[in-house]
Each structure stands twice: as C-alpha cells, then as structure tokens.
C-alpha cells in the first residue's frame, strides 16, 4: 500500500513540474532609480530543490548571476541586487530544478534602471535657439528635460504678454533614452510650426517646472516675406569628358521655396517639388539622379549627353529659367577592318603597280583630331604577316590634303604604317603590315 501511495505522489510531482514547463510566466517590466535595490522574487513551488538566476542583455545566451553576498544576495529563492547601476539592466531568467531533476522557467523579469529627477539638477534645453524660416516651411523646435518634468510654451507677445500655445501645434516627445542598457527619462515637447507665416514669427519661451523648481528657455522664429526665385552662378557653358560622371547645381533664391523643373533641348528631364517637399521625380531615361536643387549625370556619352540643359525655377511669387550648354568631348575611334589579324594588324599585299593605298577611316571624336602617320621597317614581313612591329615609329607626312589616306611609295616601301588619331581626350590607331608581291605575282592582293 506504501509503494502505491508513493507511486502516485511522484505521478503528482511529474504532472506538476510538466504544466509549470507549459505555462511561462508573463514576461513583467520593473523600472528602478540608480542606486536603489531590486529584488527578484522567482516563485518556488515545494518541490523546488535549487535555483538559478541568470541575466540576458545583447548576447544571445544568458550568463549567470554570481551570488557574492555584496551585490547579489539569495534567500529561499529571493535575489535582491543591493545597488543598481545602469549597466545592470536587463533581462533576468529564475531557472529551478525540482526534486525529479527537471528544469523549469518559473520568472521572467526585465529590470529598466532609470535616473530618477531631483531638485537639484532641473535643466531645460531648447533646440534650435533661433530660426529663420522660409515662407510656408515646416520646422519644430524641441523643448527637453531630464527625468519627469512638466513643461509648457508660450508665446510672449506686446509688452511681454504671454499666451500658451495652442495643443494642435504641440508634440508630446516624453521617452526613455537607451545608454548601455539602461533607460534615462526625458521629458520632451516639440513646438510644430507648419506652412510658416508671418504670424508664426516672434519670441517663443519653454517652460519647465518640477518640485517648487522652474526653468525656462527662449527661441526666436523669423519668417522671410514671399519672394520671386531666382537663380545665382549656374554655368552657361559646361565641358565634360566621355565616361565621367558630373553634377549641375541650380542654387535657388526664393520664398517659398520654389519648384524646380530641369529641361534637356526641351524635353522635360525632372520635377523636384518646392515648398516643405523635397520628393523629385524622374522622366528621362538618361542615366540620371535628381536631388532637391540639382541632377547628376551618369557615364556622360557624346551622343546622349550633348545639348542645352535648362533650369527652371517656380512659385506662386513667379518663375525664372537659367540654361547651361553642355558639350561632351570624346575620344577619336576609328573604324577596325574586317580583315584585321590576332596580332591587331591589317596585312596588306601590293605590287608596284598599282600601289597599296591604306585608310585610316574616323568614326567620331570632339574635338576633330589630328591624324598622323608612322612607319616602322620590318625584315620579317617578306615572308610572312606573323609578326608584329618592335622597333621605333619614325613620323612622317603622308603628302596629301586627306590626311586619312597614305599611298605606299618610295622612300616608304614594306613594313608597318602606323595610323593615330589623336585629340585632348585620348587616341586611337590602326596598324597595316605591308609587303610587296613580285610583279606579274598571281597571289591575291588583300587590300582594299
């Protein structure tokens, strides 16, 4: 009849220690002054043998709490830490283990230490202290304190009468500040101004009172008169190399702040609005970012990036345009033949009658670059085109007005013909090897 009745107790023991496993307690927040004690209750049942208390903060594994009888003490499963200090916040885990050996979560505690106000240490701060806004801008100034204060604005009007400001434009900020774990009060109000006019300009002062104790700070708002826009020091002439990227700024005048639209030749690139918006958007496909005064240009190409490039200023005041003509220079390239070999040469053959004209054929470049000729004698190319030039290009003049064209004769007979184009953006070149065919030869000449 014994062994039956202990059966059954530890059957009882198990369904216990099993439902405290599926049942966590709620996770509980406790919010302690610096300084101050903290106990940690971790609810034992009876059939707790040990205890554990561990503290999780940025790590992800909990590390245990050292009993040391200084800081920490523990008593029938309550912990009590003497003195909070800020780096002692946390998450804190009561981890027991009963008399069948299972381990449970029987507390999950969250301890926030806090700087509690005093009478001592009652400060106000207000941000910015003075402001000078645009017509119809948005702006708040921040009204803060340490710890809970109570804190109000004013409006100081003729002959200093002062008038609370109205809730509507009042944000209630109050909030705790994280710092290495621990959370300090503050207490915050923002004054919002919206679509400024000349009616929110004056004096504003902040209030803040606590325990007998009063502090107060003061901000100066101005509010500029509408004003057509204007533009100041946007280029009228704008030179860029192929491939690089560029920024326009258009530095605007005006109140409010005005629109801005960029034009390219006419065709509409870009709107950024005015205002208290500063949203831009985009309708070219030109590889282009917009920004609320000004457009960058992505791998500026001669063809795509040539023209006039305007920017248009607007409010209600009115509108004004400044244009900016923009000229890409681009490096010569020539045209490659077909017949070029993997040593980047065009073998040419020829007899002396006719001779070996060679063409040197420019597909683009600004500024129009020069082209020159080069010759390099080659031993090696009487028997065969597999070999490249080696030695030193000796300039030369071809002799005719198209400097595009060099007709192969004395002094100049086999070898390498080198053609360059050439201007302040860089070059490009085309290489002809050369050798001449016995007269009456039945092989193919391979030039054209």
Known sequence: MASVLQALCMLFILAASCG????????????????????????LSESDVNVTLYLKRFSTQPTKVVIDNVKWRQRKGVFTMTVTQPLDGGEYICKAINITGHERITKEL?????????????????????LSLQYEDNANISCSALGKRK??????????????????DLINDDHYDTDGGSRIYHSRLILSIKDATKKHAGRYKCVAKSNNQKREEFVVIS???????????????????????????????????PKITWYKDDELLGICEGGNSRKCQSFTKIKSDFKKNSITLYQLSYTRNNG?????????????????????????????????NHNKVVPVQYTRKPAAILQCNLISGDPKPEITWEFQSSNCLKNTFACR????????????KEKEQFVVAPPFGPGFYRCVATNMVGRDQQIFAVRKLPNGSSRRRRFR
Not at 20 to 43: A, E, M, W
Not at 151 to 162: A, D, N, P, T, V
Not at 228 to 254: D, M, Q, W, Y
Not at 313 to 331: D, P, Y
Request: with cysteine; net charge positive.
């Open 223 to 257: 509010v500029r008169d509408p004003k057509k826009p204007s533009i100041r020091n946007f280029p009228p002439v704008v030179i860029a190399s192929e491939g690089i990227t560029i920024t326009l700024k258009c530095k605007t005048k005006g109140s409010p702040r």
């Open 389 to 400: 030039p080696s030695g030193e290009w000796k300039k030369f003049d071809n002799g005719l």
């Open 110 to 130: 969250t301890v926030i230490p806090i700087a509690a106000p005093t009478n001592d240490k009652l400060k106000v701060e207000v941000k910015p202290p003075s």
């Open 20 to 43: 405290g496993n599926k049942q966590t307690p709620k996770q509980r927040y406790l919010f302690v002054s610096y300084g101050h004690s903290v106990q940690i209750d971790c609810s």
């Open 151 to 168: 804190l109000k604005w004013y409006k100081i009007g003729l002959g200093e009468q002062m008038t609370a400001v109205d809730k509507k």
């Open 308 to 340: 006039k490039y305007t920017c248009e200023v607007e409010n209600f005041m009115g509108k004004f345009s400044s244009s900016a003509r923009m000229t890409i220079f681009s490096k010569p390239v020539l045209s490659k033949r077909s017949d070029t």
